[in-house]
């Protein structure tokens, strides 16, 4: 049986951070995640009965009408239940001086939630974790709430139809078709990787691991397992979609917990979609990657509604602060490169927002038509704009399609 208090000391926010810093030269990139974990208000309709498995996406369902119980499948479809409503915010900042001069932050633009998880207990742990008191794995379930989950107005990762997939109802049903078949460690993208046999890459959410471990003094820890993997498809031809795999053998090269994957497919090509990897095990920290049990300064630390529940914005919460690595000269170029291409991506959506609302206000205007020999196949502007509007004089210069397009998406 699930132990309420243990689950309970797991609840309020818990951050993650890679901040990595280089020794010579203003160069710095601070990659966070963030999640805040309450109890779910519905937990009281769940059950447990025998033979059904949480840890195997199945769970009890009370059925009102029939007064009895019954074991369903989570990938079936919806569960009026969970024990914890989840709440992310994750993002990016970097710095590089001189002579980039690149300060950016690209991140969520709020919390998204609730994202409903059960504490799948861990029955069958074996003689060969005898330290081990009890453990829980996360499982995502599809909640009458999932189809309100919807992107933040400030949100600067990605537009709202991206948005769907990668953090939205389509990844949580995509999660939890999955989150069985993952282990920490291994790669769930791994059918994906160097081949589009197998479609596009699907991402999914975070997946933790939390065990409760008797330690030497008696008293009970608990040890924390993440795995998350941030998406990003830089275009064909674009400065990333050359210099990923370079960025990949220099970050890789240290085995720290910040690590970069891919190639995996996106848009039938087997070239274009690379991870930034959050691994973390608190039984084997390192210097790359910190996970605290509490809000880190300067960095998201409540939801709007964990602001209600705990009657203030977090200010008796524990505040940790945020402590760099620092790199020697090679690390650089790494971080140089980071923050450059997240520049151009912040450049390339400006422009594409600027061109949009100059061919709003084109539409809206009396035109003069420009004559053209042929129409092209979008109408008389021809392929290079695909738009039904004549060209006007003062836009006969147009600029290539390499630049109308965006360079990279993080996600």
């Known amino acids: ?42 937990r009281g309709y769940g059950c447990e009965i025998s033979n059904c498995s949480e840890i195997q996406n199945q769970v009890c369902i009370e059925q009102k009408q029939e007064a009895s119980q019954k074991c369903v499948n989570l990938e079936d479809g919806q569960v009026t239940w969970s024990d914890v409503s989840a709440f992310l915010y994750f993002g990016a900042r970097v710095d590089a001086g001189i002579p980039f001069n690149v300060h950016l932050e690209h991140n969520l633009g709020g919390w998204v939630g609730p994202l409903n998880m059960v504490m799948a207990q861990n029955s069958t742990r074996g003689e ?3 330290n081990i008191v009890d453990q829980y794995v996360v499982r995502y379930v599809d909640s009458p709430s999932t189809q309100y989950l919807h992107m933040h107005p ?3 990762l990605f537009g709202p139809e991206d948005f769907e997939r990668y953090m939205g109802a389509s990844a949580v049903n995509q999660t939890v078709h999955s989150q069985t ?4 460690g291994e790669d769930p993208y791994s059918p994906y990787l160097k081949t589009c046999a197998h479609g596009d890459v699907k991402p999914i ?9 008797k330690d030497v003094d008696g008293t009970e820890k608990v040890e924390v397992k993440l795995d998350y993997k941030i998406l ?6 674009a400065p990333m979609y050359r210099l990923f795999p370079t960025l990949q053998e220099r970050m890789n090269r240290r085995n720290g917990a910040f690590h970069i994957s891919g190639p995996y497919c996106y848009g039938d090509d087997p070239k274009r979609g690379w991870t930034f990897d959050f691994n973390y095990d608190s039984n084997n920290e390192n210097e790359y990657m910190s996970l605290v049990h509490g809000c880190v300064e300067g960095l998201p630390c409540l939801p709007s509604a964990a602001e209600i529940a705990l009657g203030g914005t977090g200010v008796g919460l524990v505040h940790v602060k945020s402590k760099a690595t620092t790199f020697g000269s090679e690390a650089l170029l790494t971080i140089a490169v980071y923050a450059l291409s997240m520049a151009l991506l912040v450049s390339i959506t400006f422009h594409c927002k600027r061109s949009q609302r100059e061919t709003h206000e084109r539409l809206r205007r009396p035109t003069t038509a420009v004559a053209r020999p042929t129409p092209g196949p979008y109408g008389d502007l021809g392929e290079d704009h695909g738009m039904d ?15 109308e397009k965006a360079d990279v998406q993080f996600v």
């Open 181 to 184: 078949n993952a282990s920490h």
């Open 389 to 403: 509007q004549p060209l006007l004089e003062e836009d006969a210069v147009s600029e290539s399609k390499e630049e």
């Open 205 to 213: 959410l975070p997946l933790f691991d939390f065990s409760f471990v």
């Open 128 to 130: 060969n974790m005898p």
């Open 1 to 42: 049986m699930k132990n309420t208090t243990r689950i309970s000391s797991l609840m309020g926010t818990w951050t993650g951070q890679s901040r990595l810093k280089a020794a010579v030269g203003p160069y710095e990139m601070n990659i966070y995640f963030v999640v805040h974990l309450m109890p779910d208000p519905l």
């Open 232 to 237: 990003t498809f830089p275009h064909e031809g």
């Open 154 to 156: 400030n949100c600067s």
